[in-house]
C-alpha cells in the first residue's frame, strides 16, 4: 500500500505552444487535506484532469493511491471527483443524476438521499437540476463526488458560489472525511479559503508549483517584510538598488519598495537611504502574511 | 458496458424524451399508413414522393406492411437525431467528465450507449410496426383493397423481412447520428448537419446526377428499409449494393469516431 494519495513527477501538459501544466511534481499524503492553489489559469483543473484521466500529460508521470495514472480504471473506482464545477443533465432531478451516476460506476443507489441530505439537497432531492440555485448545483456536484465513498476527494473549487454558511459546511465535511481517514485534494485560487482546513499546501503558478509542503512550513518559511518609501518620486530605484546591493530580495510594489528581511534590518536600511541623500516617508517591518506570501509566490514577478 | 448500458436506459426514459418520440412515432406511422389507403384514388400520389401504390400492389401479401416500410426512413432520421442528441449533449453538458470519471473504459462507455439507444430504437420499430400493420389492417376493406394475401406465410415473411431491413436501416441512421454528435460535439450541429445533409444536399445531389443515387450514404440505409428496389420499378438501389455500400459508410463512420473518441482530451 502507498503512503501517498497523490504523487507526481515532471507532471506536463502542453497546448499549443503553451505549457498548462509544466513538470509539476509533488506529493500528497495519504490521509490530508491538501489544498492546490493557484491564480486564474495557473493550471489547477487541468493538472485535475490528467489525474483522472480525461486527458493525456504530454510528459511525466503519476500515481494515484499507488497505481500509475496510465491506467485510471484501476483507482477511480476509489476516488470521487468534481471537476470544473458540477455538471448534470438539466432535466433529470437530483436525485435521478445520482441514481445515474451510481449505477454507471456500479455503486449502490441506497446511498443517494442520505448524501443528498448530507449536502443539504435532503428537500430538493426531486426537484430537476435546472431548477436548482448555482450554489445548490454545487451542492449536488459535491454529493455526486462523494457516491463511491472515496479514498481520495478531488474537488476543483468546491466552494465556488456558496453562501459563508455553505462554505462553513465544505469545510466541516472535509475536515470529517479526513478524519476518517480520506485523502482530500482541494484547489482554490484563494488561498485564505483554503488556509484554515489544509494540512498541507501545493501552490501553482503558470504551470509551474512554487511550493509544496506542510502548511505549517510555508508559514516558517514566510520573511517578514520591510516597507520603505522616499520623500521623493524617482528615489524607490536607489531604495532597491541598496537593499539587492545588501543581499536581500527586494521589489517595487504599490509606490513602496519591499524587502525581504529582518525587522532589524530597518534601521540598516535608513542609514543607508540617509547617507545616499534620501530621507524616507515610511519605514514599516510587516509581519509575515499568508495572503501577501502566496500573492508573492504566485503572481507576476 | 452493462453499467452503462442500464444507466442510459435511465435517461431515455425521461418522460419528455420518450413520449415525446414515442408519440411522433406513432403518429407518423398511423399517417403514413392511413394515406396509403386514404388516397389509394388520388391522381397526386398517395405514398412518399407522389408515388402510386395501387390495389394491386398493396393486395400483395407485402401490402400490409407497405406503409410500415415507408415510415422506416423517417424512423431513421428519429434515430439519427436522438442519438445524435444523447451523444453530443455528454459534451454540452459537460457530463461526459463525470461519465468517465465513473467508468474510465472509454469503449465500454460507447458500446453501452449504443446498446441502450439501440433498444430504445429497438421500441420504436415495435410500435411503429404495430401501428402501421393495424391501421392497414383497418383501413384496407374501406380502399377495397383484397387482405387476403397477407395473412398468409408469404405475409408473415414479409412482415418479418420488412422489419428486420428496418432495424438494420434505423440502426444505421442511429451510429450515423452518433458518429456526428461525437464529431461535432453539439446537438443542434450534428442534427442540423445530419438532417440538412439527408434531407436535402443529398437529394440535391441525385437531382443534379442520378447515378449519385448508388453511393450517397442516407439513399443507402434508405434502401436497405424499403427493401431494395420498389417492385416492379426498374430503377433505385439494388438491396445488396445497399447493404455493402451502407454498411461501408456506417463501418468507416463508427470507426473514426471511435478510434478519436478514445484518443481525445476530455476538456469540456
Ligand atoms: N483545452 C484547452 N486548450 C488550450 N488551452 C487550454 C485548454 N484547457 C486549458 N488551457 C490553458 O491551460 C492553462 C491552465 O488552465 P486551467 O483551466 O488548468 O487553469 P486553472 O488553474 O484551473 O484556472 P481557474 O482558476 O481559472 O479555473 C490556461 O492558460 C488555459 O488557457
Ligand atoms: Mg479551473
Redesign the pocket.
Known amino acids: 500500500m502507498s503512503k501517498t494519495a497523490i504523487s507526481v513527477s515532471n507532471l506536463s501538459k502542453k497546448?499549443?505552444e503553451?505549457m498548462?501544466?509544466s513538470h509539476a511534481t509533488f506529493e500528497v499524503p495519504l490521509g490530508t487535506i491538501c489544498g492546490f492553489v493557484?491564480?486564474?489559469?495557473?493550471?489547477?483543473?487541468?493538472?485535475m484532469r490528467m489525474l483522472l484521466g480525461l486527458i493525456t500529460p504530454t510528459g511525466g508521470s503519476g500515481e494515484i493511491l499507488g497505481e500509475s495514472i496510465k491506467h485510471p480504471e484501476k483507482y477511480l473506482p476509489r476516488v470521487g471527483a468534481m471537476i470544473?464545477g458540477p455538471a448534470f443533465y438539466p432535466a433529470l432531478s437530483g436525485k435521478e443524476n445520482l441514481n445515474y451516476l451510481a449505477i454507471l460506476g456500479g455503486f449502490s443507489t441506497n446511498r443517494v438521499q442520505g448524501l443528498l441530505e448530507q449536502v443539504g439537497l435532503g428537500d430538493r432531492a426531486k426537484s430537476k437540476y435546472k431548477t436548482y440555485s448555482f450554489g445548490m448545483k454545487q451542492r449536488l456536484g459535491i454529493a455526486a463526488a462523494l457516491l463511491p465513498d472515496p479514498k481520495l476527494l478531488m474537488l476543483?473549487?468546491p466552494t465556488n458560489g456558496l453562501d459563508p454558511e455553505g462554505i462553513q459546511e465544505v469545510r466541516t465535511l472535509l475536515r470529517a472525511l479526513a478524519n476518517e481517514g480520506t485523502s482530500v485534494f482541494v484547489?482554490s485560487?484563494l488561498l485564505s479559503e483554503l488556509e484554515l482546513i489544509s494540512d498541507y499546501l501545493v501552490m501553482?503558478r503558470k504551470?509551474e508549483v512554487v511550493f509544496t509542503g506542510k502548511m505549517s512550513d510555508l508559514m516558517l518559511d514566510q520573511q517578514p517584510v520591510i516597507i520603505a518609501k522616499g520623500a521623493h518620486d524617482g528615489e524607490l530605484e536607489t531604495l532597491l538598488a541598496i537593499a539587492q546591493a545588501a543581499g536581500h530580495r527586494a521589489m517595487i510594489r504599490g509606490g513602496a519598495v519591499h524587502v525581504e528581511g529582518p525587522a532589524r534590518w530597518a534601521l540598516d536600511l535608513n542609514r543607508a537611504a540617509f547617507e545616499a541623500g534620501i530621507t524616507l516617508s515610511q519605514l514599516t517591518p510587516q509581519l509575515p502574511n499568508l495572503e501577501e506570501t502566496f500573492f508573492e509566490m504566485t503572481g507576476e514577478k | 458496458m452493462w453499467n452503462v448500458a442500464f444507466s442510459e436506459l435511465r435517461k431515455l426514459r425521461r418522460p419528455t424524451l420518450f413520449f415525446g418520440t414515442m408519440g411522433a412515432v406513432v403518429f407518423f406511422s398511423a399517417l403514413f399508413s392511413s394515406l396509403l389507403f386514404l388516397l389509394i384514388d388520388s391522381p397526386d400520389g398517395n405514398s412518399d414522393r407522389g408515388r402510386v401504390v395501387g390495389r394491386d400492389v398493396l393486395g400483395l401479401a407485402t401490402g400490409g406492411v407497405q406503409g410500415f416500410s415507408s415510415v422506416g426512413g423517417f424512423l431513421g432520421i428519429i434515430a439519427l437525431c436522438v442519438f445524435a442528441a444523447q451523444t453530443a449533449q455528454e459534451y454540452t453538458y459537460g457530463t461526459l467528465r463525470n461519465i468517465l470519471v465513473r467508468q474510465p473504459g472509454r469503449m465500454r462507455v460507447l458500446a453501452g450507449k449504443f446498446i441502450a439507444m439501440k433498444l430504445f430504437a429497438l421500441v420504436m420499430i415495435i410500435l411503429s410496426g404495430i401501428i402501421s400493420v393495424t391501421a392497414s389492417i383497418l383501413l384496407a376493406p374501406r380502399a377495397k383493397v383484397s387482405t387476403d394475401l397477407w395473412f398468409g406465410a408469404d405475409g408473415r415473411h414479409a412482415l418479418l423481412t420488412t422489419f428486420i431491413n428496418i432495424i438494420i436501416s434505423v440502426i444505421g441512421f442511429g451510429t450515423i447520428g452518433m458518429v456526428l454528435g461525437l464529431l461535432l460535439r453539439s446537438p443542434i450541429s450534428a442534427i442540423s448537419f445530419g438532417v440538412l445533409w439527408l434531407l436535402i444536399v443529398e437529394n440535391l445531389l441525385i437531382a443534379v446526377k442520378n447515378s449519385l443515387q448508388d453511393w450517397m450514404p442516407g439513399a443507402q440505409l434508405a434502401a436497405i428499409a424499403s427493401g431494395g428496389k420498389p417492385r416492379g420499378m426498374t430503377t433505385g438501389i439494388e438491396y445488396s449494393h445497399a447493404l455493402l455500400v451502407g454498411g461501408i459508410y456506417v463501418a468507416v463512420g463508427a470507426v473514426v469516431a471511435s478510434f478519436l473518441f478514445v484518443r481525445r482530451?476530455v476538456?469540456n
Do not use: C, F, I, Q
Not at chain 1, 493557484?38 to 493538472?47: E, F, Q, Y
Open positions: 497546448y499549443g503553451r498548462a501544466v493557484g491564480p486564474n489559469g495557473s493550471g489547477k483543473t487541468t493538472t470544473e476543483d473549487e484547489s485560487h501553482l504551470g | 482530451d476538456s
